[in-house]
């Protein structure tokens, strides 16, 4: 799996300035919608069912990294909406440090293998620590872009 | 298996994961809260992939489904238990 096949460009922030965990999901799922890629009348219930995932423990995986994320029927392939929060934000993650690095993931519901395979493809380049720290010096879109293509061409 | 080194012992344990979901991340994220503390470490491989499991990078990268064969090493003091306590959790038998 290729994370430009998955990552929906239109919708990525880098400039996050979301004060909660709960306001940054909540732009992240906003922006898949402002890119057409869920509907209005889904937003609400993937917002909920993310913070209810959250509920159940922490998707801040380390690093400075979280992947938020909930099945929704109203899906037929992965997507992913990447965020970048340049401040750090108190995410309760499982190391107790702050993120700056968001891979908000919808995944079909009845497919938890493409769920799993979206998480190892993700989690396998947020391992680099090369990749965080040129996703973090990312200014724009483009710029996280153009390093998606380059990690997706060498891999 | 349990195979004794010295103080130091290694148990080896070949479990089918029973779990809808797979090895998703709300259970690597279980795993790793109960090897932490184990005085030692633990690999847990499926196929040809294998995990440090301390490491939620590393265990997302094993790709298990329901039915996948995933094979336990634990290295250290009293290895049979934080086994037992994996396979609880892989066999679906421990509630999350």
């Known amino acids: ?3 430009t096949d998955i990552v ?10 979301a004060s ?5 999901i909540r732009q992240m799922v906003g922006g898949l919608k402002a890119a057409g890629k869920i509907s209005a009348g889904d937003e609400e219930a993937i917002l909920a069912a993310i913070l209810k995932r959250e509920e159940l423990g922490s998707t801040g995986i380390g690093w400075g990294c979280a992947v938020p994320h909930t099945k929704h029927p109203s899906v037929d392939g992965i997507l992913v909406n990447v965020a970048l929060h340049p401040q750090g934000l108190d995410f309760q993650s499982l190391d107790g440090e702050d993120v700056f690095i968001l891979f908000l993931v919808i995944s079909p519901w009845d ?18 620590e090369d990749f965080r720290s040129f996703l973090r010096q990312s200014k724009t879109a483009e710029d996280v872009w153009e390093l998606l293509q380059e990690v997706d061409d060498r891999s | 298996m349990s195979v004794s080194m010295g ?4 148990e080896t344990r070949s479990v089918e994961l029973y779990l809808e979901q797979g090895l998703h991340l709300r259970v690597c994220s279980l795993l790793v809260s109960i090897v932490t503390p184990f005085d030692g470490s633990v690999k847990i491989s499926h196929e040809d992939r294998t995990a440090d499991a301390t490491s939620m990078f590393e265990l997302l990268q094993l790709v298990a489904l329901k039915g996948a064969v995933l094979h336990i090493e634990a ?20 509630e999350y």
Do not use: C, Y
């Open chain 1, 20 to 24: 909660s965990k709960e306001d940054a």
């Open chain 2, 7 to 10: 103080k130091s012992q290694t």
């Open chain 1, 111 to 128: 497919r938890p293998g493409d769920h799993l395979r979206g998480l190892e493809t993700i989690t396998r380049h947020l391992k680099s």
């Open chain 1, 1 to 3: 799996m290729r994370l």
């Open chain 2, 75 to 94: 290295n250290g003091k009293d290895p049979i238990s934080v086994v037992d306590q994996i396979e609880e959790v892989l066999t679906g038998k421990r």
């Open chain 1, 8 to 17: 929906v460009k239109e919708a990525i922030l880098t400039e996050l300035e």
